[in-house]
């Protein structure tokens, strides 16, 4: 089993920048990708970004595209979300996610492809 401990998160105004972190522990070497996906309240979880441990190819939603980075550390087992140009609608519990297995294009956006999960940080975004 992977431990998945997420930081970084609070609030911040609009057009302003907050950068997540989620440290990974326990059975590191069974993940195989890193996601972040976001609750808002009264909403479904959504998927923000994937990256793949070993090669690290990411994917991002349409909505951050151009604003958020999704990167990794394997030296550290550890993922960030570099979130920039933030804007009200991105207030959310953003929640780290492991993945053990590979998934498609459509998958990669489903929580049913995750098989860990952190306990979520609140990114609140002013305007």
């Known amino acids: 089993q992977v431990q998945l401990v997420e930081s970084g998160g609070g609030l911040v105004q609009a057009g302003g920048s907050l950068r997540l972190s989620c440290a990974a522990s326990?059975?590191?070497?069974?993940?195989?990708?890193m996601a972040w996906l976001r609750q808002a309240p009264g909403k479904e979880r959504e998927f923000v970004a994937r990256?793949?441990?070993?090669?690290?190819?990411?994917y991002y939603a349409d909505s951050v595209k151009g604003r958020f980075t999704i990167s990794r550390d394997n030296a550290k087992d550890t993922v960030y979300l570099q979130m920039n140009s933030l804007k009200p609608e991105d207030t959310a519990v953003y929640y780290c996610?492991?993945?053990?297995?590979?998934?498609?294009?459509?998958?990669?956006?489903?929580?049913?492809?995750?098989?860990?999960w952190g306990q979520g940080t609140q990114v609140t975004v002013s305007s």
């Open positions: 990256i793949n441990w070993s090669g690290g190819t990411t």
């Open positions: 326990g059975h590191t070497f069974s993940i195989y990708a």
């Open positions: 996610a492991g993945a053990r297995t590979r998934a498609g294009i459509v998958g990669i956006r489903s929580r049913e492809s995750y098989d860990d």
